[in-house]
């Protein structure tokens, strides 16, 4: 049995679960997060925990048990605390600033780069140390945007110029020999 399936759901008590199907709607302060489970898993929601449970041990049903059950607790916790993600800008004259809730790059190109955050999105910027924090409920959306933001100047490895997750190590590289 899948290790991460058989665990319980713990719903805190600001948390609205309701299951309709195999559509399962969480209701929070953060938000209300949709998702729809493979009709073959039983989900179940009994005294404040949500149970998820497969039919059989046939590896597609093991293999969608621990999905089901990890995506519902992202929605839990998406709901309830929310997700951040945490770039860090890196480069001489590279700055980052959020004007009426856009997120504005300028990171050496002869433009500025504007991000619209999609709706349950949010942008903060510490200007002093050069971060950006990518807030939301949905943790996938969360990540993709971070995902996107760091692609807009991905960092290099020779100076070490660009945008990188706060968590992420750049591999350097020596660059040219001096001239023997």
């Known amino acids: 049995m899948s290790r991460i ?3 319980p759901v ?18 929070g302060p953060k938000g209300t ?5 493979p009709g073959d898993m039983v989900v179940k929601q009994e005294d404040g925990h949500i149970v998820v449970q497969r039919p059989t041990d046939n590896s597609q049903h093991r293999s969608l048990h621990g999905t089901t059950r990890a995506l519902i607790q992202n929605m839990v916790t998406g709901v309830s ?9 890196n480069g001489v004259g590279y700055r980052a600033e ?13 433009h500025p780069v504007i991000i619209e955050p999609p709706a349950g999105l949010s942008f903060e ?3 002093k140390t050069r971060q950006i924090k990518v807030h939301g409920a949905d943790k996938q959306q969360v990540g993709q945007m971070a ?8 960092p290099e490895p020779y100076l070490g110029k660009g945008i990188k997750y706060l968590e992420e190590t750049i591999r350097r590289k020596a660059g040219k020999s001096g001239k023997g």
Do not use: C
């Open 5 to 7: 399936g058989r665990l």
């Open 10 to 27: 713990v719903v805190p008590p600001n948390v609205q679960v309701e299951i309709q199907g195999t559509l399962i709607r969480v209701t």
């Open 33 to 37: 997060l949709e998702f729809t489970f």
């Open 81 to 89: 605390t929310g997700f951040n993600r945490i770039l860090e800008v």
């Open 98 to 110: 959020v004007q009426n809730k856009n997120l504005v790059l300028n990171v050496g190109y002869s």
């Open 125 to 127: 910027v510490e200007v």
């Open 147 to 154: 995902a996107d933001i760091r692609k807009v100047r991905p």
